[in-house]
């Protein structure tokens, strides 16, 4: 492998991020500290490196710890390179609509995200902690008597998020079309009602990394203005026993 081919950290293997690396970073180990943290630095100076060297697959790639749940932290790489974040029907909307319905896409994306690399640690996707997961994640998501594919309970879960993602998008697509009001009939996740427990059944498990989840996002000055706000909202709360974002 060419270490100087142009790639990008999010398109590497766990085993490349840990082959690659190097610590010349005098400020890294604040970023293991747990507490929310503010990283700046211009084009290509290894932010993102950093961030992805701290996932779980990667650490144990590096020989740093045997299994996950050796681990000290959690950490969840979100880039915000995708378009899921800047949505020209989301943009249109003011007031509550738009804070409710950004928020709810904002949790939605990072979830999947979270759910995704859940799935990568499960070693058996049927065992009975995961039953009993999914049971109390189905009632953080206010989701009752549903059809549960035995075979699959975490995948159950991604396709639950996915579809609430789903369901907001189309109801923004229809909102372009009309000038008449539209009731949303969905739910909507709030971060303290569906986030907050939603990362405390994760951390909660025996196969996940102890401590707190780190969230990191990558490149969140390029999320629309008013999502950052909404981001910044979620620092405020004192949350770092559970989440730090980074």
């Given at each position: 492998m060419?270490?100087?081919?142009?790639?990008?950290?999010?398109?590497?293997?766990?085993?490349?991020?840990?082959?690659?690396?190097?610590?010349?970073?005098?400020?890294?180990?604040r970023l293991?500290?747990?507490?929310?943290?503010?990283?700046?630095?211009?084009?290509?100076?290894?932010?993102?490196?950093?961030?992805?060297?701290?996932?779980?697959?990667?650490?144990?790639?590096?020989?740093?710890?045997?299994?996950?749940?050796?681990?000290?932290?959690?950490?969840?790489?979100?880039?915000?390179?995708?378009?899921?974040?800047?949505?020209?029907?989301?943009?249109?909307?003011?007031?509550?609509?738009?804070?409710?319905?950004?928020?709810?896409?904002?949790?939605?994306?990072?979830?999947?995200?979270?759910?995704?690399?859940?799935?990568?640690?499960?070693?058996?996707?049927?065992?009975?902690?995961?039953?009993?997961?999914?049971?109390?994640?189905?009632?953080?998501?206010?989701?009752?008597?549903?059809?549960?594919?035995?075979?699959?309970?975490?995948?159950?879960?991604?396709?639950?998020?996915?579809?609430?993602?789903?369901?907001?998008?189309?109801?923004?697509?229809?909102?372009?079309?009309?000038?008449?009001?539209?009731?949303?009939?969905?739910?909507?996740?709030?971060?303290?009602?569906?986030?907050?427990?939603?990362?405390?059944?994760?951390?909660?498990?025996?196969?996940?990394?102890?401590?707190?989840?780190?969230?990191?996002?990558?490149?969140?000055?390029?999320?629309?203005?008013?999502?950052?706000?909404?981001?910044?909202?979620?620092?405020?709360?004192?949350?770092?026993?559970?989440?730090?974002?980074?």
């Open positions: 060419n270490p100087f081919s142009v790639k990008t950290p999010e398109t590497l293997k766990a085993e490349d991020i840990a082959s690659l690396f190097v610590d010349v970073y005098s400020d890294f180990p293991l500290e747990p507490e929310h943290t503010f990283i700046h630095g211009a084009r290509g100076t290894g932010k993102s490196m950093m961030l992805r060297y701290l996932e779980p697959q990667v650490q144990v790639a590096a020989n740093k710890v045997k299994y996950p749940s050796e681990l000290s932290h959690y950490a969840i790489h979100v880039p915000i390179k995708s378009p899921n974040y800047s949505l020209s029907e989301l943009e249109r909307l003011e007031g509550s609509p738009y804070w409710l319905l950004a928020e709810h896409f904002m949790i939605c994306n990072i979830s999947l995200k979270i759910l995704s690399s859940l799935k990568a640690l499960a070693v058996n996707e049927v065992s009975p902690e995961l039953e009993i997961f999914l049971a109390d994640f189905l009632k953080i998501a206010g989701e009752e008597d549903p059809a549960i594919d035995g075979n699959r309970y975490l995948g159950f879960a991604y396709g639950l998020v996915e579809r609430e993602r789903v369901h907001a998008k189309k109801y923004m697509e229809k909102l372009a079309f009309s000038k008449e009001f539209l009731p949303y009939e969905s739910v909507l996740f709030g971060y303290e009602d569906f986030f907050l427990p939603l990362v405390r059944l994760i951390n909660s498990l025996s196969f996940t990394p102890n401590g707190s989840m780190y969230l990191m996002m990558d490149d969140a000055d390029n999320l629309p203005i008013r999502m950052q706000k909404i981001l910044n909202s979620w620092v405020s709360y004192r949350t770092t026993n559970d989440v730090c974002l980074k």
